[in-house]
């Protein structure tokens, strides 16, 4: 299953699905460092690709996240349904899906 997992979650992460169904309305006009604004009212959603956290972002990898497990590293940090600030895909805090061991099963059966 580890495999399927880390499938999954890489197919989540360059889909940009999540990118559509977080929506959200900026509530302040804001300047970024690079000096774009962003206005009171206008649309903003997270990238979810991680560019700056993965070697070759833009490349499909399916084992991208097994690879750390298989490694030593923390089964948990690297699988689908967790959520942390490197993979917003199920929200966070207390707005994190509640549905997301239910729609990773689904999608492993």
């Known amino acids: 299953m580890l495999r399927i997992d880390s499938f999954i ?3 989540a992460r360059v889909s940009g699905i999540g990118s559509v169904t977080m929506g959200r309305k ?3 006009p804001v300047t970024l460092s690079d000096g774009t604004r962003a206005p009171k009212g206008g649309p903003h959603s997270n ?4 560019v700056h956290l993965y070697e070759n972002p833009e490349k499909f990898d399916p084992w991208r996240f097994s690879r750390g497990v298989e490694a030593g590293e923390s089964a948990v940090k690297h699988a689908f349904t967790t959520a942390s600030s490197d993979f917003l895909f199920w ?11 239910f729609a990773s099963q689904e999608l492993k059966a």
Do not use: N, P, T, V
């Open 9 to 11: 979650k890489e197919s």
């Open 26 to 28: 900026i509530m302040r």
């Open 47 to 50: 990238q979810l690709m991680g």
């Open 91 to 101: 929200g966070g805090g207390s707005h994190m899906c509640a549905g997301r061991y």
